[in-house]
């Protein structure tokens, strides 16, 4: 399982094959707006980031039809407590729901900014059970990173 | 109570470590008990069948039992411990099994 940070020079962690800085992906975009979005999927085989977690159809179907995926990051959960931490849980569901819905993939990573933010491949894998992935979107997560990522 | 009507368990084991030192044994049991109370809420923890089985102060490894269904928000949820009362914290879980022989063992 391949793990997308935000800081460089990180190590692995145990169930972790390769560490990959977002930088080193050309294909990463972080999806602020509409426009974004759209420059994101005309690319092709883009890893979206929506640092809010809502997406619009047109920007799912637009990355589908594109070949790429959508980004969920736990690190963005360790950074929230209590009801915070719920709500963002729930919009995190939902996106997962949409992009099932619109036939986008989804992938699951750290985006850590530290040492402290990375963790192993299975609290990776209990992070995408939870947010609504069943098991063969799980495996086909971790194939795609591999492949969007190369 | 038949055994076909008794919960199904599962037992995960963990490193914990405050700062990079692991915490007393008071001081685990309380970050734990908080800790999945914070996130699970107190009928979450009903469901959950939650208990810190034991906790060892010298090596920071420990064991919690929860349902066999839970496990994966019970791992998830010692992901999300990065900080405990001002200080850097972890709680890595390392493996689970249905029986604390099994568990200890790996």
Known sequence: MIDLVIAEGMKKSPGISRVVPVSKASNFFEVRCAQDAKSAARGGRALA????????EGALVELARGGGAVVFSLSDLLGQRGFKRGILISKMRLLVAAARKRGCASVVCTLARSERELRTGRELLAFACVIGFCDVEIKKSARLAEELVG | ??????????????????????????EAKRLVHEHFLSFFGELGIASLAFKLVSYEEGSGMGIVRCERSAVEETILCMALLSEWEGRSARMEPISTSGTIRRVSRK
């Open chain 1, 49 to 56: 980031y929506f640092p809010s977690y809502e997406a619009d």
């Open chain 2, 1 to 26: 109570m038949k055994p076909t009507e008794r919960f199904r368990q599962r037992y995960v084991a963990f490193s914990l470590a405050v700062e990079g030192k692991p915490p007393s044994a008071t």
